[in-house]
């Protein structure tokens, strides 16, 4: 790496400012959760939904919800006060790989018998549920086919690889998360193309092969905090779902700048997002057609999270990472989401710098400008988190008249260890 050190040798990285973005905080919390999972379970037309003694399988995705097993436990425990035996399944598409790797991210996030208080199952045993109007397979997993009931839990989002009334959410954890690796595959047949048509059929061909009874949708906040749980009969979620999605959008934080040179992002990590990074705050995206967002000259990410457990499909949207990084990666858990959406984008490799230092100082170099006076930088924890920024100078001037950022601390240099990697406590300041 001798050459790449001498020719970035005489960039100078800009100082950074401390900024707080301002948002709205409201969320609930466990007893939040309680009060209102309680509160919409507990009533005559969705107690109607279950019959003492029915087997009922609750749904348990691979991303990383705040409070998931608290969600998860609540409405458990009271599916048991209707005499029914609840047990929560594995349903994530393609993650983790198969049964014994989709329960070690359930064990990660939490999502453990213990903690749920009901058995916790994988499996990659699969049903063909019914066949697409054009007699394509839906496949489902063989335990949630054989309970008597269903009830689908997913946060309701923007998805990172399309756009249309239906993105993430309940329909999409029907159509792929239920359908594992192979259930995935066929419904990302195209690609992305028509995948909103794809969620749409495929889901329904599941509820009129399943019964599911209820659905439950996540709501988050700007913080990634829950901000909202909605339960609603099964047969409603089609009709309920495009409108809870607008909800979401409307939380969702962006980025303050429409327009930066240098984006630093210190971590992705499929528990942020499923694209490593969120491409609707990046404004980067695997397919032709999709827009919206910011525009970027170079973005730069240092470091994968201990939660993606390798996994750092996204990576392909960065311009350039760090060797820290690489490393990290796990190729039998990233490659399978480009094979089975068959995008490759997002899995590639981008240049590998010695060090974090470097990995920066490479993205200023290519950006067109190298003034640390007046380059556009802006550097970010992950794009999940996104109320602590750190800002250059140049856009430290478009402050002062803002409302929605507040300057903590003026700018300074940020502190490297002698090896070139920003320090540990970076993001660890009130």
């Keep these: 790496m001798a050459v790449i050190e001498k020719i970035l040798s005489d960039i100078t990285l800009p100082v950074f400012a401390s900024v707080k973005r301002l948002f709205d905080s409201t969320c609930l919390d466990d007893e939040g959760i309680h009060r209102c999972i309680r509160r919409q379970l507990v009533g005559d037309n969705l107690q109607r939904c279950f019959r003492p003694g029915w087997k009922v399988a ?3 995705g691979s991303r990383g919800i705040r409070r998931i097993p608290v969600i998860l436990r609540e409405i458990a425990t009271v599916l048991k006060e209707y005499q029914v035996e609840p047990f929560v399944i594995g349903c994530m598409g393609s993650h983790g790989g198969d049964a014994v790797g989709q329960k070690s991210i359930l064990t990660h996030l939490g999502i453990t018998d ?26 489902a997993d063989s335990a949630a ?3 008597d009931a269903l009830v689908v839990v997913n946060r309701i989002k923007p998805h990172t690889a399309f756009h249309a009334p239906v993105e993430s959410g309940l329909q999409k954890m029907l159509a792929i998360g239920l359908g594992k690796q192979k259930g995935a ?11 909103y048509e794809n969620i749409r059929e495929y889901s329904q061909v599941i509820m009129g092969r399943l019964n599911v009874a ?13 901000f909202d749980c909605i339960i609603m009969p099964g047969s409603d979620i089609r009709r309920l779902e495009p409108e809870l999605l607008e909800h979401a959008r409307s939380l969702m934080p962006g980025l303050p700048f429409d327009r930066l040179d240098v984006l630093i992002v210190s971590e992705m990590g499929k528990d ?9 705050v990046i404004g980067r995206y695997p397919i032709s057609g999709m827009s919206g967002g910011p525009i970027i000259g170079k973005i730069v990410v240092l470091d994968l999270t201990h939660g993606s457990e390798g996994n750092a499909h996204g990576v392909g949207f960065a311009d350039f990472t760090s060797k820290k990084l690489f490393d990290k990666i796990t190729f039998d858990l990233t490659y399978p989401n480009c094979l089975t959406n068959k995008v490759t984008g997002p899995a590639k490799i981008p240049p590998i710098m010695p060090s974090d230092k470097y ?5 200023i170099k290519t950006c067109g400008n190298v003034d640390p006076a007046t380059v556009r930088a802006l550097w970010i924890k992950n794009t999940h988190t996104l109320e602590r920024l750190y ?8 402050v002062k008249n803002r409302t929605d950022l507040s300057i903590v601390e003026y700018p300074s240099e940020i502190s490297f260890t002698a090896e070139g990697f920003v320090v540990d406590d970076l993001w660890n300041v009130p």
């Excluded at 800002?391 to 478009?398: G, I, W």
């Design 58 to 60: 609750i749904t348990a």
């Design 185 to 195: 595959d066929a419904c990302h047949a195209f690609g992305f193309n028509g995948m």
């Design 272 to 280: 942020i997002s499923g694209s490593g990074m969120d491409t609707n």
């Design 114 to 139: 213990e903690n749920i208080g009901v058995p916790v199952t994988t499996s990659d045993t699969l049903v063909a549920a019914g066949l697409t109007s054009d007699g394509r397979i839906v496949y």
């Design 214 to 226: 209820l659905g439950v949708g996540i709501i988050e906040n700007a913080f990634g905090d829950v």
């Design 391 to 398: 800002l250059s100078s140049a856009l430290l001037q478009e």
């Design 359 to 363: 990995a920066i100082a490479a993205a």
């Design 145 to 147: 086919a054989a309970a």
